[in-house]
């Protein structure tokens, strides 16, 4: 089974970046698709970003498109999350997912999980 890490969470003001990292490990890290979703309190997880396993395919939600990257370095075994321009709607606990192969938006495709980073977008 895969084992996720994330990393780089904090508090930032609102215009500010952070760079989050999903390490993995055990499992073959390329084989699989790679998700970023967060939850807000009180909020449903959200899907925020995807990146098929080889790197070629990326999927943004709306609301993040423009400001967040995602990228993955499959020699180290880790997917990233650049995010720019942040927003205090942005504050929430960031997840990173795998799946076998197919990237996908929706969190219940997901196999794996991490145990979240906390990110908060002071005003």
């Known amino acids: 089974q895969v084992q996720l890490v994330e990393s780089g969470g904090g508090l930032v003001q609102a215009g500010g970046s952070l760079r989050l990292s999903c390490a993995a490990s055990r499992g073959n890290f390329n084989y699989y698709a790679m998700g970023w979703f967060r939850q807000a309190p009180g909020k449903e997880r959200e899907f925020v970003t995807a990146v098929s396993w080889s790197g070629g395919t990326t999927f943004y939600a709306d609301s993040v498109k423009g400001r967040f990257t995602i990228s993955r370095d499959n020699a180290k075994n880790t997917v990233y999350l650049q995010m720019n321009s942040l927003k205090p709607e942005d504050t929430a606990v960031y997840y990173c997912?795998?799946?076998?192969?197919?990237?996908?938006?929706?969190?219940?495709?997901?196999?794996?999980w991490g145990q979240g980073t906390q990110v908060t977008v002071s005003s």
């Open positions: 997912a795998a799946r076998s192969w197919e990237v996908a938006k929706t969190s219940a495709k997901y196999d794996y």
